[in-house]
């Protein structure tokens, strides 16, 4: 089913180097490096229509900063420069207090060039903690749409709560993004999208919504897809008004790919290659990230970790990236075999290590691991056998195993997971032995269900009904669409699991479905309400 197990540590990912080196020249005539732009920057461009038409977002908060986002787009639909002239453009940019801009704390310029789309990522220091701002830019004589943000409290402050909404897998094709009018309306410090932002696919007719194009692989291909997705009126509104913590699943690039493995037979780790630095440079250019992300070739470096205060640290992870390719295929199957190979993994040995010493660290009172596939190794299968997704953490069993009891040995303080990819909410006592049902809870798994993705939802699963039923850790799952709220105090972790019942037309109503929470020290989800 796969293509053969490629070297996975060389910088030339086991391609002859110099093959590769030419092999990517040749797919890119855009210069990939940061360094210096060429040309003479236009100080007063004019645009041949509004060049703000993709909104303006914030991210990766810190106590003293934030990255403000935009790029410019005369005609973001446009395959390849958006409507905007190949030259470099300087963009002003202002911070104020107040959103009438009558108290403007900081303000500056950037270059937006042609090499990253004209994206703009100012990264704002300074800044007082815990705090709202609000900010805007100038190019030429156009002003852009006022965006919202908010500062992490300081490091050393235990904030005497925190909001936040996480969401995942938003197919445009599907439906409607209607969780999101919703999702403004809550008082969140973040939101914080778990992947599968778009999807890669061709445009197929009769949906609700189509992609523009066959499936996407160069950079402007890319490009021109996230376009369309943001200009979404209710998903580009989210990111104006809340700074959001992203990271990518497998659809940002290519479905169920692990590391330079491809879903398909027959594709040559170099054009997989060339192909993942189109799609992380596209990522990188429409989203929020601070530089540290800043894509290095075909590798982008996503994990990172989000502190606020001493109530929460987030580890943002990417399962993706480093791991090693799917047991036997990515399908359902039987846990033997490879699914115990010590050398399999999830984040790579870099990324595990990284978390497991951040996690030390922490005196955080919630350890949150914001991630893309599901952690609680859920038996899928029936009177024929045990069944269970190689794609997600229990087809990398020893990864999982240790992680779990790492948390459990290092005394990990109330480790909570967040996870997507799904398309359904579960809700998982995530146990150190998950065959003996006298074994210790270790933590607690939030499975968020989708945006969009797999349509309108609400349906009865017989596959899931008795999934649910025959995993005694499982202690709710919903197959609506929508989003996930959580609020957190230093006793109590409450999640809010809200629901959209369609998405095939605009504008649904929110119901919450049902309400879970931790005891701060007491692994494992407690029922509150559910309707
Ligand atoms: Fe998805
Ligand atoms: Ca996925």
């Known amino acids: 089913m796969r293509v053969t197990n490629y070297s996975k540590k060389s910088a030339s990912y086991g391609v002859p180097r110099r093959q590769f080196l030419n092999y990517m020249a040749m797919v890119s005539a855009i210069p990939f490096s940061s360094g210096h732009l060429l040309g003479k920057v236009n100080t007063s461009p004019k645009f041949s229509a509004y060049p ?53 704390v900081q303000q500056g310029s950037e270059v937006a060039g042609p090499q990253l789309g004209h994206s703009v990522h100012v990264e704002l220091s300074g800044l007082d903690s815990h705090r709202w701002y609000f900010f805007r830019f100038h190019a030429g004589s156009e002003v852009s749409p006022v965006g919202r943000t908010r500062t992490a409290p300081a490091m050393n402050v235990m904030p005497e709560k925190m909001k936040f909404a996480f969401t995942s897998c938003q197919h445009l094709e599907s439906g409607y993004f209607n969780g999101y009018p919703h999702m403004q309306k809550e008082d969140l410090d973040i939101v914080i999208h778990l992947g599968d932002y778009i999807y890669e696919y061709a445009g197929i007719d009769k949906r609700v919504r189509k992609h523009i194009g066959k499936e996407i692989e160069s950079l402007d291909e890319y490009r021109q897809r996230y376009s369309q997705y943001r200009l979404d009126e209710d998903l580009q509104e989210a990111h104006r008004v809340f700074p ?29 290659l060339a192909r993942r630095m189109n799609a992380y440079q596209a990522y990188y250019e429409y989203m929020p990230l601070r530089k540290r992300s800043f894509p290095q070739g075909p590798d982008m470096k996503l994990y990172r970790k989000c502190r606020y205060g001493r109530l929460a640290n987030f580890f943002v992870l990417d399962t993706r990236q480093y791991r090693t390719d799917q047991p036997n295929g990515d399908r359902q199957k039987p846990m033997t075999g490879k699914v115990f190979d010590p050398s399999a993994t999830m984040l790579g040995r870099e990324q595990e290590n990284w978390l497991m010493s951040g996690m030390l660290k922490s005196d955080a009172t919630w350890n949150v691991l914001a991630q893309q596939v599901m952690m609680a190794a859920l038996n ?130 929110i119901e919450t479905k049902a309400v879970f929470m931790i005891e701060e020290g007491r692994p494992g989800a407690q029922l509150v309400s559910k309707v």
């Open 244 to 272: 959001w913590l992203v990271t990518w699943d497998d659809h940002e690039f290519d479905n169920n790919y692990a590391n330079l493995i491809s879903e398909e037979e027959g594709i040559s780790p170099e054009a997989f």
């Open 52 to 104: 703000f038409s993709l909104g303006v977002a914030s991210g990766d908060p810190e106590p003293d900063g934030v990255v403000i986002w935009t790029k410019l787009a005369s005609d973001p639909l446009e395959l390849g420069g958006n409507g905007i002239d190949p030259e470099p453009i300087l963009v002003k940019w202002e911070v104020s207090e107040d959103e009438a801009f009558t108290k403007v």
């Open 380 to 509: 899928r299968g029936d009177e024929k056998g045990e069944r269970y997704s190689m794609d997600q953490w229990p087809g990398y069993e020893i990864s999982r195993r240790r992680l779990l009891r790492f948390f459990h040995e290092r005394k990990i303080a109330n480790p909570v997971v967040l996870t997507g990819d799904i398309h359904l909410n579960w809700v998982n006592d995530l146990q150190l032995d998950f065959k003996d049902p006298k074994s210790p809870l270790v933590g607690t798994e939030w499975v968020g269900t989708s945006m969009s993705s797999a349509g309108d939802g609400g349906n009865f699963i017989p596959e899931y009904e008795r999934a649910a039923k025959q995993n005694d850790f499982v202690k709710w799952y919903n197959s609506n669409r929508g989003y996930v709220s959580c609020e957190l105090t230093k006793d109590h972790w409450k999640t809010y699991f809200r629901a959209t019942p369609y998405v095939t037309r605009k504008g649904a109503p």
